[in-house]
């Protein structure tokens, strides 16, 4: 029977970290560390998770500022929206909510967020660092992700871990932080041939292809660490990749959703807008 990993309560102690980071910050630099978070349209899945990360802003006395925008925004309009913060010196963090509405060119907006402002780690110099090992933002939620293993103590030199996705926000980003740790990194996807047998051979299995429920129980070998970053919604129920009751009997360790991945990702997005501030305030 696995452990479970609490994403809850260790997203309460790194928020509550740099709750306690802040006054320190603005005595050094006379400012308050400041996130603004652009939204485009309505889409309540997009709401409820801004809507989060302001809350979690709030308490840890970090500012942050919500614009929203008509979904009618021309792209142009809101790559001007983003220079514009670029060179607001009160800004430290600029996150763009994703997904962006069909006729905006969501990669064109990420090119424009100043790489020193990107909390999101999503613009091509930080995804560049990432790769090469420099320094740089790391995406919000691999980097929640690595947090967790670290919690655990998984010693992940020379295990076999699979990703199963391989979006630009968590597969390949996480690709790379598991390759740092000296893993054996395998990336499955939609057209992988034999997803069981990929799944039964892997000590650590992130699950991120965005389908409930997809991995099983018989997918899962015997003492693996399984991390779930699905949220799907399900007849209005936040539903994982990973089917925890049948997972929970196989592997050492697994993360619940909800309460697992979704926390870490808010608690890291928390940590890279005190990166940010720091990096700006600190030339
Ligand atoms: N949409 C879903 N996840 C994310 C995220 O981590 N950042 C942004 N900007 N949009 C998202």
Avoid: W
């Avoid at 790769?131 to 919000?140: K, N, R, S, W, Y």
């Avoid at 992130?206 to 660490?225: N, P």
């Avoid at 936040?238 to 979704?262: C, H, Q, R």
């Avoid at 808010?266 to 940010?276: D, G, H, M, V, W």
């Amino acid at each position: 029977m696995a452990t479970v990993i609490d994403g809850k309560a260790l997203s309460k102690e790194i928020r509550a970290q740099v709750k306690d980071q802040v006054p320190a910050l603005e005595k050094k630099y006379g400012k308050t560390p400041h996130l603004v978070v652009v939204l485009v349209g309505e889409d309540p899945a997009s709401q409820s998770y801004v809507r989060a990360k302001e809350r979690a802003c709030e308490r840890a006395g970090i500012r942050s500022t919500k614009l929203t925008k008509d979904p009618s925004i021309s792209e142009e309009e809101l790559i001007n929206l983003v220079k514009s913060l670029n060179e607001d010196p009160d800004v430290h963090g600029i996150l763009v909510q994703l997904p962006l509405p069909d006729h905006i060119d969501a990669n064109k907006v990420i090119d424009t967020i100043e790489q020193k402002k990107d909390v999101d780690g999503f613009h091509p110099l930080n995804i560049a660092a990432l790769q090469i090992g420099t320094p740089g933002v790391l995406p919000a939620t691999p980097k929640g992700i690595m947090t967790m293993l670290e919690s655990i103590n998984v010693d992940l030199q020379g295990k076999k871990a699979l990703i199963v996705g391989r979006s630009n926000i968590v597969g390949k980003p996480i690709a790379q932080l598991l390759l740092r740790k000296h893993a054996t990194v395998t990336i499955a996807h939609s057209r992988t041939k034999d997803l069981k047998k990929e799944c039964l051979d892997a000590d650590v299995i992130i699950a991120a292809v965005g389908r409930a429920k997809m991995i099983t129980g018989d997918m899962i070998k015997e003492g693996a660490v399984v991390i779930d970053v699905g949220v799907n919604r399900v007849d209005g129920k936040l539903i994982g990749d990973v089917d925890f009751e049948s997972a929970k009997e196989k592997a050492s360790f697994i993360t619940p959703v909800p309460g697992g991945v979704g926390p870490m990702t808010i608690a890291s997005l928390l940590q890279n807008t005190l990166e940010c501030f720091e990096v700006l305030e600190s030339k």
